[in-house]
């Protein structure tokens, strides 16, 4: 029998059941999860997937929102997931480190977006959203979600 200890811990810090985990790993494996001597071993820093599922994101700007907000909800993601090239995923990262609205954290699961979490820019974009204040992006023009964005968070 395999020890679940490492997965229950993932599945509290997810807010996802055990479960569905267990079903997720055996369906198609979440990167930073082996089996090591009879137990799960979950590196630092792995997150369950973030779902695309429903989203369309044929535009650049929808794909860095995306990306920020699978960040943000502290969900994995990877250029497969969103749809783009890695050279593309990596400059969307870099656009939203330039922006002050992610950081990158020393884990060591570095698989995709895994090693970022939002600042308190990064955030805020979030709690002006739910409020209705924020700016669309599909009415941003820029790199990572915008100069209008920037300009916006400096308010």
Known sequence: MIDKSALEELANISNVKLS????RQRSKPIPGIRII???????????YPYSMRGKRASESAKKRFYLLEAIYLRRFIDSVSLGVEPR??????AELLQNDLIMKMNWENQYGANGYI???KGDKVFAEE????????????GTALGS????FLDT
């Open 20 to 23: 569905t985990i267990e079903r």
């Open 130 to 141: 739910k409020k209705g204040q924020f700016i669309m992006y599909s009415q941003i023009v």
């Open 37 to 47: 001597n009879n137990r799960y071993d979950v590196m630092e820093g792995t997150r």
């Open 88 to 93: 593309e995923f990596d400059q969307y990262l």
């Open 118 to 120: 939002t600042t308190p």
């Open 148 to 151: 209008a964005t920037k300009q």
